[in-house]
């Protein structure tokens, strides 16, 4: 049995023309397996085929070619087990306004042929904070409400992988931190969850592990912290008692004189050490008053990455 929550290969994707706008590949050949259990993230800067790809597993669009296994079941060859092991939160909210977040909730698990002695709609609408909107006019709710709602229909067939596509775009900081308590509790339940974001900060925090895809490619597939890493990058930033020019630097450290007077020294971790920086400086006779170090955050590493 794989303990792969999702396995594609060779995965590509291109839109038809269609009007005045010309066949578009958003994907060109994704190979991505994806291990039960985690948070992984799923980053790219706009347009780069993130909600393309996480479309495709959720089966909202058909891929072109290549093979998608959710939860071991081929998309093609057991499209209803495999359906039925995901659900998806999408970028683009499509409530129906006829119904009340109750009602919807029923709806959906109907879709999704949940019998009704197993719906768990009142569990649901208490997991989202909708519990005293059970029945409120879908029209009266709020932009913060829908999103839960769609979070909360995503949850009706109990999926053991969970899709969120930009879940927390242009939502206030009370509804991230609740949107993110839910899914870090539904997680810590064995829930897989899979996510774009455009919060590095947020990918940096919440996701195991993180591809980055760029014009439809996969560029870089690692652990979070494998990727803070890679940018073997430190900065030591000193503040002079009083002004100070910069030393003489050996190649292996870049020095910069701030606006401020301070003095910035990037160098390399795996090749020099803040000692040596230091001794530097004493030996340049500057005078430190303050202290600090900067390191690169996923911000760095998704712009060196993603620069073209
Ligand atoms: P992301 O979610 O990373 O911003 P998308 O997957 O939405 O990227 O888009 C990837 C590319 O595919 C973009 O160039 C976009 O314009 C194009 N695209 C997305 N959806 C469609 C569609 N329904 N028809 C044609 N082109 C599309
Ligand atoms: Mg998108």
Redesign the pocket.
Known sequence: MTQNAIEISGLTKT?AA?GR?EA?T?LHGIDLNIPRGTVFGLL?P???????LINILAGLVTKTTGTVKIWGFDQDENPRQSRAAIGIMP?EPHLDPFFTPAGSLDVQAGLYGVPKAQRKTAEILNIIGLTDKANAHARSLSGGMRRRLLLGKALVHSPQILVLDEPTAGVDIELRNMLWANVRKLNDQGVTIIL?THYLEEAEAMCDEIAIINHGRQIVRDSTANLLGRLDHKTLVIKPASEANLPALPDTITGQKRKDGRLAFTYQSSKTSADAVLDIIRNAKIEINDITTEQSDLEDVFLALTKS
Do not use: I, M, W
Request: proline share 0%.
């Open positions: 839109y269609a706008s578009k958003a790219g706009n347009g780069a085929g993130k909600s393309t970028q774009t």
